[in-house]
């Protein structure tokens, strides 16, 4: 059974910061991995979707590596902002399972 | 550009009472899912759908039903309603299996 950990629970940084949010899964016989936003009392919002045959995936300041030899995914903030605050989830989809398997999310807060 | 609505936000339930989530896409996509997701815990899959008129369960479907007579609509039903469904419940679809997953902004359920 797939399982996702997603370290640390909660980050706070100062503004300006760079910063990487980790994710980890026990299974690396993956699809894809995707990495949400979660805003409080929101939806969830999709940041970047990785193939199992990619290494990385950028957008604007964010940058999000796969490595499924170790199983581990990483996400890459630049140059963080208030407006950066926010829940960050990662989800993997499994070879023949028709889900994602989601971490409990890092709560973000990047502070002025 | 409405995406994936979901009606109602908000609701309170008694216990043993009945309720229908409504959920719908104009994306035209064929995988419509609906999760759960209590606090600090990631999002479990409850039911999922590949296409109308065929649905299958998730992680944690007791208590709950589904139906998918169309392409746009994906009802989850709740049956004699429990203490344990108080949680926030999430619509989802994508166009392929495991491609991006768009979520509705969620209906918060209290059962007293």
């Known amino acids: 059974k797939q399982e996702v950990t997603q370290i640390p629970a909660a980050l706070s940084v100062p503004e300006g910061e760079n910063l990487v949010l980790n994710c980890s899964f026990t299974?690396?016989?993956?699809?894809?991995l995707q990495w949400f936003r979660q805003d409080p009392g929101k939806g969830l919002t999709s940041l970047l979707l990785?193939?199992?045959?990619?290494r990385e995936q950028t957008s604007g300041r964010l940058n999000a590596s796969l490595d499924k030899s170790s199983g581990r995914s990483t996400l890459y903030i630049a140059a963080s902002q208030p407006g950066d605050s926010a829940t960050y989830l990662c989800?993997?989809?499994?070879?023949?399972?028709?889900?994602?398997?989601f971490g409990q999310g890092t709560r973000l807060t990047i502070n002025p | 550009n409405a995406g994936v609505t979901q009606t109602p936000k908000f609701r309170i339930l008694k216990i043993g009472q009945s309720m229908t989530l409504q959920c719908t896409q104009d994306?035209?996509?064929?995988?419509m899912y609906w999760y759960r997701q209590d606090p600090g815990m990631g999002l479990k899959l409850i039911y999922y759908?590949?296409?109308?008129?065929?649905?299958d369960k998730g992680e944690v479907p007791n208590g709950y039903n589904v139906s998918r007579s169309t392409t746009e609509d994906f009802p989850l039903r709740l049956e004699l309603a429990a203490p344990s469904q108080t949680s926030v419940y999430f619509c989802?679809?994508?166009?392929?299996?495991?491609?991006?997953?768009?979520f509705g902004q969620g209906t918060r359920l209290t059962v007293v």
């Open positions: 989802a679809s994508s166009r392929e299996v495991f491609a991006e997953a768009f």
């Open positions: 299974d690396s016989a993956i699809y894809n």
């Open positions: 990785i193939q199992s045959s990619q």
């Open positions: 989800a993997v989809g499994g070879q023949g399972a028709q889900k994602l398997v």
């Open positions: 994306m035209n996509h064929n995988y």
């Open positions: 759908s590949v296409g109308a008129g065929i649905t």
